[in-house]
Antibody, heavy 119, light 108 residues
């Protein structure tokens, strides 16, 4: 069974750093693109970026380029989303997603990681 | 950047009725790379339709997708209580690679 299991909720202060994780299981992690999607409170879905764990090729949405870093460690089947200096406006739910093979759709979603940034 | 506009924002229907949700793109969607997702409160979204027409695994046949170019539709033929949720369309193409519509809330 394919599963994406994300790290738990985080409460951080502005200016702090953060790295959240997404562990894949039940499939060949290296061979599927893994992306991140943001959902701000009460709002819609925004695609942030995507990584191919096999070679770490990464693509970002222009809206998130330079704001976050996406990485992956294929040896432990885990993808990461990190911030170097959080802002209050980074508070949101973040979902990791698996791209459906070569088709540009997201067939599996993690359960979400809630990030709250508040002083 | 391709912008996806969904309508209506909220659709109020009853179980057994037919639902028609619209997704309009600001430019033609390449290779019909258009999908629909369902999100229930407190849950992650779930893929419902991909490639405009194809149902994802486990999706009942009362869900169907249609359209081409810039106009796409998700139809639910006979609403079941579990179908009431927010639906998002998504396209793949030029930068940003993936964009979502703002969502349609299907409510009882």
């Amino acid at each position: 069974e394919v599963q994406l299991v994300q790290s738990g909720a985080e409460v951080k202060k502005p200016g702090e750093s953060l790295k959240i994780s997404c562990k894949g299981s039940g499939y060949s992690f290296s061979n599927y693109w893994i992306g991140w999607v943001r959902q701000m409170p009460g709002k819609g879905l925004e695609w942030m970026g995507i990584i191919y764990p096999g070679d770490s090729e990464t693509r970002y949405s222009p809206s998130f380029q330079g704001q976050v870093t996406i990485s992956a460690d294929k040896s432990i089947s885990t993808a990461y989303l990190q911030w170097s200096s959080l802002k209050a406006s980074d508070s949101a739910m973040f979902f990791c997603v698996r791209q459906r093979g070569s088709s540009p759709y997201f067939d599996y979603w993690g359960q979400g990681s809630l990030v709250t940034v508040s002083s | 950047e391709i912008v996806l506009t969904q309508s209506p924002g909220t659709l109020s229907l009853s179980p057994g009725e037919r639902a028609t949700l619209s997704c309009r793109a600001s430019q033609s969607v390449s290779s019909n790379y258009l999908a629909w997702y369902q999100q229930k409160p407190g849950q992650a979204p779930r893929l419902v339709i991909y490639g405009v027409f194809s149902r994802a695994t486990g999706i009942p046949d009362r869900f169907s997708g249609s359209g081409s170019g810039t106009d796409f539709t998700l139809t639910i033929s006979r609403l079941e209580p579990e179908d009431f949720a927010v639906y998002y369309c998504q396209q793949y193409g030029s930068s940003p690679l993936y964009t979502f519509g703002q969502g349609t809330k299907l409510e009882i």
